[in-house]
């Protein structure tokens, strides 16, 4: 999450291990619709509730129309259905979603203060897990390991697979263990 004064209150943050810079997720049709903050003007503009985000479409973007909604997925399906024009998102999760859906379309977007950096929060008062995680966070950051792992998780979160395909190895095997069972249940039944 980002990291805030009111939140400080509440939790411990670790060090930050992401920066990410907000854009805005758009139909690929209306690419040249929207070029600046102004361009918004009458346009329903999804974000997720009590984000940053929704902080942005509600004062960065004058005149739009805001829609703040529970869950993220949700301001999707308003995009994909023409229901809301635009959606306010942070930079990894448009791409990811702009490179598995050709339909759509990430734009970079000027807005004041539009990168942030992401940290983790812990139980207010967990000094000893803040320092172990913070520990952490330093040694994936130095060793590059953060950026194999972020390429890798960018490149599974659209597995676009059929069901065997995902989990034929587990129904087959599930498959064989369930009949070894019934027939020992058999053999020792008749006995």
Same mark, same amino acid.
């Given at each position: 999450?980002?990291?805030?004064?009111?939140?400080a209150?509440?939790?411990?943050?670790?060090?930050?291990y992401?920066?990410?810079?907000?854009?805005?997720?758009?139909q690929?049709?209306?690419?040249?619709?929207?070029?600046?903050?102004?361009?918004?003007?009458?346009?329903?503009?999804?974000?997720?509730?009590?984000?940053?985000?929704?902080?942005?479409?509600?004062?960065?973007?004058?005149?739009?129309?805001?829609?703040?909604?529970?869950? *993220?997925? =949700?301001?999707?399906?308003?995009?994909?259905?023409?229901?809301? /024009?635009?959606? #306010? &998102?942070?930079?990894?999760? !448009?791409?990811?979603y702009?490179?598995h859906?050709?339909?759509?379309a990430?734009?970079?977007?000027n807005?004041?203060?539009?990168?942030?950096?992401?940290?983790?929060a812990?139980?207010?008062?967990?000094?000893?897990?803040?320092?172990?995680?913070?520990?952490?966070?330093?040694?994936?950051?130095?060793?590059?390991?953060?950026?194999?792992?972020?390429?890798?998780?960018?490149?599974?979160?659209?597995?676009?697979?059929? *069901?065997? =395909?995902?989990?034929?190895?587990?129904?087959?095997?599930?498959? /064989?263990?369930? #009949? &070894?069972?019934?027939i020992? !249940?058999?053999?020792?039944?008749?006995?």
């Amino acid at each position: 999450m980002a990291s805030t004064p009111e939140r400080a209150k509440e939790v411990n943050f670790s060090e930050p291990y992401l920066k990410v810079k907000q854009q805005v997720l758009i139909q690929a049709a209306d690419k040249d619709k929207y070029k600046s903050v102004t361009d918004f003007s009458n346009v329903s503009v999804a974000a997720q509730k009590g984000t940053t985000q929704s902080d942005l479409a509600t004062q960065a973007l004058p005149g739009d129309k805001p829609v703040l909604l529970t869950k *993220f997925t =949700d301001a999707i399906l308003q995009l994909q259905s023409g229901k809301v /024009g635009a959606i #306010v &998102v942070e930079g990894p999760v !448009g791409e990811a979603y702009a490179q598995h859906d050709k339909n759509l379309a990430l734009i970079p977007m000027n807005f004041p203060n539009d990168t942030g950096e992401t940290v983790i929060a812990m139980p207010k008062g967990a000094d000893a897990l803040t320092a172990q995680v913070n520990s952490v966070i330093s040694r994936v950051n130095h060793d590059g390991s953060f950026e194999k792992w972020q390429k890798l998780a960018n490149s599974q979160i659209f597995v676009s697979k059929s *069901f065997f =395909d995902q989990y034929g190895n587990y129904f087959i095997s599930g498959t /064989g263990l369930t #009949v &070894v069972l019934a027939i020992i !249940g058999v053999f020792f039944g008749a006995i």
